[in-house]
């Protein structure tokens, strides 16, 4: 116990809430893709990093391939809306997700960036969409007589 | 004052606790700040959806074929954004401001889209006075075309500071915020494309109310 | 500065003159900024108290007929309005310019010249809101502008217009001012000074910022809704064409309870500096009290439908927010109880920054205490819209805010401006204040429980009420008294002045070791930091091992002290030379560009139009003013 809380609250740069303090010019970059260690992850590394700290064009482009794409299929999606009822609502909002993050950890380097920027950022976002969602709750089921 | 000073001013070196630029940092801390004021023009819009009591409704009006250009518009001029940053940085000065172009061109292009649009709307009998729709979609649109505006702005003089010589490799932090908030406003279009096309465009009039324009 | 090679074509010299009214309008000095803000929101509180007692006045008889109901509607409206934004607000954020640099380590702000510039637009934007009182219609919808009754169907006139444009403006320089001590305090710190070695005023403020930068966006959006609906005939909160004008409660609590920790935050922050200096022990519980500050700041945003109550959310909604509103006094209570932690056993030195630091415990332990009260749905269907609810708020934020500053003030006074305040008027005022108040919001408790409502301009003679009233207007008169008696004290603290030495109360924190008042440079030499409260253990050796007896924890934390201090040793000596800020105009002159904005709101579209080469000649002024050159 008296560990877990030196742990949380310690400020040697081993604290899990430190901010950290010291110079970070390096990125930090993720050893391994996000599809593991093996040959894929090694195609990510090369094409995220190819040498250098930052990504390359040939990435970029690749990421703008990838949102284009993916606002085809979402308008392919609703097109063919009236065939799917009710589910191309999730869908498109989950497609709209992948296009923010692709945005936001490529286009942004928000993922070879410093974590304190992710922190800034995401402590926003989070409050933000908890706080909105449960107002459209609210509202939506909030006025509902009692049966 | 002197020439010294000024020449520490073009290599600014700053000490500062995390190491971070605080300039940048201020960039992220205001793109958080940005995030509560589009999340509450957004949760208004979805607040209202379906509210309008009369027409015309956002199925008689809505274009997805041209808002989708007008996306792909945005989304480009993004991947132009960081493009220009790139070269930027690798000291290729005639690219970096082709780029740089590129993205003011891309988003002088989408205003135009947003123009001719709400003058459409306008033409269709839509304006932020007809109706709860039209209000809740002008004022939220209204907003991002005017952060793209800003943007534009600060792009443009970015471009001139670029082919000037003055925007450099070891200056490029200047491009890198203004391509943050040129990411953002990028993000924020995804958002609303989603959420107010895609899925509102299919909201159609109650029987009966549909309006006279078709 | 973007662009150094550019020239901008510029109609004035940079400013140099370091005294004279364009000293003051030139000026990027956080300490200069913090007196501005400090005085101009003493005078608001000066307006804001005389509305006050006018309205004490009207209810301190039965049928009285010294103010109409509209002058009232007025009085109560900008009353509260005033309170919130242009007195606790901004006292908070003189207390912010002074202190953070100074207790951090650093000679200015992260953004000198954006810290003038919130400083410009919430004076100016203070100035629109007021404005109305010299046209006459001064905004008349109470300080939340519950929509529609604040929209132009109901409330004809640019009386509310001043209102949300005002707002609109001020929440500007409330998100650049956030933005700025957030970027402050992460990335300022003196060398060795990691997150948990800051002083507690400091994270409270880090708290309060990143709180003020989520919030007032809300509040803006809100704003630009109602403005728009009054200007430009939208329909955000029309019934009529489908607009809710639920909606504007839901959007007005979702900022508006974030702001209620905004307000008492800061105060939190003063105590727990005062608390500790003059019980000579540190604050007990340092990161139970940080920690519990995190929460309430985080919780605080679930908790703004206990507002709405009454408005029908249905009973699933009303248990989930009475539920977090209970919960969230779990931590302040945390706090109050280190506070009292702190004092136990503590070699306690009774003067009036002491005095202030323990009635604000108990004051909003009281204030606190109703508030649990009517987190119970069915209760506060019994107190809402009553005189208990003013009381409530009114012992949380003159008993809890306005107490904790004025602990601050006689604390700080000394290190602002290098003399004393007097202490036995400062006991006279101490103790005037404390009467007052709780004579004034006492009896209002039992008005509202026999059923007073608020906002009303009068009652009837046999309700019972008279008594109860007339004892809050005697209240409110000694609270004045009290307030007039603040204002002789500095006036004769400055005609005798006994002067402060640097440390005078044997503080903790790093601004006590700077000279008083401290340098333009704050600190000829930037202080390296091994220990929280490092001035203290600096100072007083013998008593590191009182504190930090865990050997372990003194390994831990001495070595990666000096280590970074030798790290730091080169660039942060402060021998080669000190690098401070350059003064400029442009704040001033965007801030200006800013207010024509909203004029042009208030009176015709071309108006705005006119301030955009204003605004635009500023931006382009701020990138591209040279560093350090005085031509």
């Known amino acids: ?147 | 004052m002197t020439q010294a000073a000024t020449t520490e001013h073009h290599t600014p070196v700053e000490h500062t606790t995390t190491g971070l630029n605080n300039r940048k940092l201020l960039m992220w801390a205001f793109l958080g700040s940005d995030v509560m004021f589009f999340g509450a023009f957004i949760a208004t819009y979805l607040v209202y959806r379906g509210k309008s009591l009369v027409g015309p409704y956002p199925s008689e009006v809505l274009n997805i074929p041209i808002t989708t250009v007008s996306t792909f518009v945005l989304l480009m001029s993004s991947l132009a954004m960081v493009l220009a940053l790139h070269y930027v940085k690798e000291g290729e000065k005639n690219k970096g401001t082709l780029w740089i172009l590129v993205v003011v061109v891309l988003g002088t292009i989408f205003m135009g889209f947003q123009f001719v649009e709400f003058r459409e709307f306008a033409h269709l009998g839509l304006t932020p006075r007809t109706n709860i729709f039209g209000t809740t979609f002008f004022i939220l649109t209204g907003i991002h075309g005017a952060h793209v505006t800003i943007g534009v702005i600060w792009m443009a003089f970015l471009a001139y500071s670029s082919n000037s010589g003055a925007l450099r490799s070891d200056n490029a932090l200047d491009l890198e915020i203004a391509g943050l908030y040129w990411h953002f406003v990028d993000i924020v279009w995804i958002v609303i494309f989603t959420v107010i096309y895609l899925i509102s465009a299919n909201d159609a009039p109650p029987p009966g109310m549909e309006s006279v324009i078709h | 500065m973007t662009t150094n090679a550019l020239t901008f074509p510029r109609f004035f010299p940079r400013p140099q003159s370091e005294t004279g009214i364009w000293g003051w309008i030139g000026t990027v000095d956080h300490k200069r900024i913090g007196t501005l803000y400090g005085i101009t929101s003493f005078l608001w509180f000066l307006v804001a108290g005389v509305e006050a007692l006018l309205i004490r006045v009207q209810l301190a008889s039965a049928e009285n007929t010294f103010i109409g109901p509209e002058f009232y509607n007025q009085l109560f409206t900008m009353h509260g309005t005033t309170m919130v934004f242009l007195v606790i607000m901004p006292l908070s954020a003189a207390f912010f310019n002074w202190l953070i640099p100074l207790q951090i380590g650093a000679r200015d702000v992260a953004f000198p010249r954006l810290n003038a510039l919130s400083y410009w637009v919430f004076l100016f934007g203070s100035l629109i809101m007021n404005a109305g009182w010299i046209t006459g219609d001064a905004p008349n919808g109470g300080w939340f502008g519950y929509a529609p009754n604040s929209g132009v169907t109901f409330n004809p006139g640019l009386g509310m217009t001043y209102w949300v444009v005002g707002l609109n403006i001020l929440g500007v320089a409330s998100i650049a001012a956030g933005l700025n001590f957030i970027i402050t305090i992460i990335n300022m710190r003196a060398p060795g000074m990691s997150m948990f070695k800051m002083p507690v005023f400091t994270w409270m403020t880090l708290v309060t910022s990143v709180l003020l930068v989520l919030a007032m966006p809300i509040l803006a959006v809100a704003g630009i809704q109602l403005q728009t609906d009054r200007v430009y005939g939208t329909h955000f909160f029309n019934s009529l064409a489908g607009g809710d004008p639920v909606m504007w409660q839901h959007i007005f609590w979702l900022f508006g309870h974030p702001e209620v920790y905004i307000l008492i935050l800061p105060a939190m922050g003063i105590v727990s500096e005062v608390l500790p200096t003059f019980s000579r022990k540190p604050l007990f519980g340092y990161a139970f009290v940080v920690f519990a500050g995190i929460v309430i700041g985080f919780m605080g945003w679930f908790v703004w439908s206990h507002h709405m109550f009454t408005v029908g959310l249905g009973p699933a909604a009303n248990t989930a927010f009475a539920m977090s509103t209970m919960l969230i006094a779990v931590p302040t209570g945390v706090k109050i109880f280190n506070w009292i932690g702190t004092m136990w056993r503590g070699n306690i030195q009774l003067n009036t920054a002491m005095l202030f630091s323990i009635s604000f415990i108990a004051m909003f332990t009281i204030g606190g205490l109703s508030g649990v009260m009517h987190a119970s749905p069915p209760t506060d269907s019994q107190q809402q819209d009553t005189y208990f609810i003013v009381a409530h708020f009114h012992y949380v934020l003159v008993g809890g805010a306005l107490l904790g500053i004025f602990s601050g003030i006689y604390f700080w006074w000394p290190k602002f401006t290098g003399w004393f305040l007097n202490e036995k008027l400062g006991i006279a005022n101490w103790a005037l204040m404390l009467i007052g108040m709780n004579l004034q919001f006492g009896p209002q408790h039992w008005l509202g429980m026999d059923g007073m409502p608020r906002r009303i301009y009068t009652y009837a003679e046999n309700m019972g009420w008279e008594g109860s009233n007339l004892a809050a207007s005697i209240g409110g008169f000694i609270l004045g008294f009290g307030i007039l008696l603040f204002m002789i004290n500095i006036v004769y603290s400055r005609m005798n002045k006994k002067i402060a030495p640097a440390d005078p109360w044997d503080g903790r924190t790093l601004e006590w070791s700077t000279s008083s008042p401290p340098p333009v440079h704050d600190f000829d030499e930037i202080p390296v930091v091994v220990y929280r409260d490092d001035f203290w253990f600096k100072k007083h050796p013998e008593t590191i091992s009182e504190y930090y007896h865990n050997d372990h924890d003194v390994e831990d934390i001495a070595p990666s002290a000096t280590q970074t201090a030798e790290e730091h040793e080169d660039d942060h000596g402060g021998h080669e030379g000190i690098h401070l800020p350059d003064k400029s105009y442009y704040p001033f002159i965007l801030g200006v560009g800013i207010a024509i904005f909203g004029i042009g709101f208030l009176t015709n579209t071309y108006v705005i139009a006119a301030g955009v080469p204003i605004f635009l000649w500023g931006m382009l002024g701020w990138s591209m003013e040279p560093v350090n050159d005085p031509t």
């Open chain 1, 1 to 147: 116990m008296a560990s877990l809380w030196r742990k949380l609250t310690h400020h040697d740069g081993n604290g899990w809430w430190n901010l950290p303090h010291t110079a970070s010019n390096e990125p930090n970059p993720p050893h391994e893709g996000p599809i593991g260690g093996a040959w894929l992850g090694n195609i990510w590394r090369i094409m995220t990093y190819g040498g250098v700290s930052h990504a390359g064009p040939g990435f970029y482009w690749l990421v703008g391939l990838f949102l284009s794409i993916v606002t085809l299929i979402e308008v392919w999606l609703f097109d063919i809306g009236a065939v799917l009822g009710g589910w191309y609502i999730p869908l498109l909002l989950i497609l709209s997700l992948l296009k923010f993050i692709g945005v936001v950890a490529f286009f942004m380097h928000l993922r070879f960036d410093h974590r304190l920027f992710t922190y800034l950022f995401g402590a926003s976002m989070v409050v933000g969409i908890f706080i909105f969602t449960l107002l459209l709750l609210l509202l939506e089921f909030g006025n509902q007589p009692p049966n």
